[in-house]
T-cell receptor, first 113, second 108 residues
Framework: DAGVIQSPRHEVTEMGQEVTLRCKPI?????LFWYRQTMMRGLELLIY????????DSGMPEDRFSAKMPNASFSTLKIQPSEPRDSAVYFC???????????FGPGTRLLVL | SQQGEEDPQALSIQEGENATMNCSYK?????LQWYRQNSGRGLVHLIL?????REKHSGRLRVTLDTSKKSSSLLITASRAADTASYFC????????FGRGTSLIVHP
């Protein structure tokens, strides 16, 4: 298995632009997590899905952030409009169930100017 | 919050020494997981220990769990320069919740 795949690996954009981050989980995994990591706040859970259904989005910072999982093999995290404070590394992780070992993707390093 | 808190925040040792990192938490857990993150990379799972287990080993790694004290420790024996990384504990109640991590530097 190729592991969790994220794209793009790096994104530089200007404030106000829409940003879409993509994730392909490991085949057969039922849970998918989106995290944001910064020096100041550490690793924050934004949202997680079970069987493609969003279960807990309490970590989503505000309405500018949205996430979808249209099928078991694909998820997106969208920021619209983006702001400089959104600059961070965004990780996607998947696991067989929400309590078990998570497998992380390589992350998307986002810089909003 | 059941978030795990790692201690120390930073640890600097010489190659060959043992490294011990601790994780404390506040509420009951289903299991506790340790992860490693190299600079610029994603987190990699090391060990999962369930609430009814007290100790687990994996190669040079030893993890203990004391549910009465709500704490866990990760011991890396005979450390190597390649062990330099950040180490995170994730406490799992209904989902994993990560701490801020311990930054380990192993000097050759």
């Amino acid at each position: 298995d190729a592991g969790v795949i994220q794209s793009p690996r790096h994104e530089v954009t200007e404030m106000g632009q829409e940003v879409t981050l993509r994730c392909k989980p490991i085949s057969g995994h039922n849970s998918l997590f989106w995290y944001r990591q910064t020096m100041m706040r550490g690793l924050e859970l934004l949202i997680y899905f079970n069987n493609n259904v969003p279960i807990d989005d309490s970590g989503m910072p505000e309405d500018r952030f949205s996430a979808k999982m249209p099928n078991a093999s694909f998820s997106t995290l969208k920021i619209q409009p983006s702001e400089p404070r959104d600059s961070a590394v965004y990780f996607c992780a998947s696991s067989a169930t929400e309590k078990e070992t998570q497998y992380f993707g390589p992350g998307t390093r986002l810089l909003v100017l | 919050s059941q978030q795990g808190e790692e201690d120390p925040q930073a640890l600097s040792i010489q190659e060959g020494e043992n490294a011990t990192m601790n994780c404390s938490y506040k509420t009951s857990i289903n299991n506790l997981q340790w992860y490693r993150q190299n600079s610029g990379r994603g987190l990699v799972h090391l060990i999962l220990i369930r609430s009814n287990e007290r100790e687990k080993h994996s190669g040079r790694l030893r993890v203990t769990l004391d549910t009465s004290k709500k704490s866990s420790s990760l011991l890396i024996t005979a450390s190597r320069a390649a062990d330099t990384a950040s180490y995170f504990c994730a406490t799992v109640g209904y989902i994993p919740t990560f701490g801020r991590g311990t930054s380990l530097i192993v000097h050759p």
